[in-house]
């Protein structure tokens, strides 16, 4: 997007003072270890309506895997160690 709105004659990997490979790096960065616990939701949210979109709503599952530290058994079995 940031290139197709540029005045750049052609698609480089850093152009000017933008570095396109940091950008994606930042990016996959932030889906895979949101900042806050807010972040965390939208970013879950984004990924299941993006998925919907792109694979279709048939295809999609909405599960989302559970912290097993929260678990009565869990918590448990840590207090036997």
Request: glycine share 2%; net charge positive; hydrophobic share 40%.
């Amino acid at each position: 997007l940031r290139f197709a709105l540029s005045s750049c004659g052609s698609w480089r990997i850093v152009d000017d003072d933008f570095d396109h490979d940091q950008f994606y790096a930042y990016m996959v960065d932030y889906f895979k270890h949101p900042p806050m616990p807010t972040a965390k939701t939208s970013v879950d949210a984004l990924l299941v309506w993006w998925n919907r979109r792109v694979f279709g709503p048939r295809s999609v599952s909405t599960y989302s895997p559970q912290v097993a530290a929260h678990y009565s058994v869990a918590n448990t079995s840590a207090k036997r160690h």
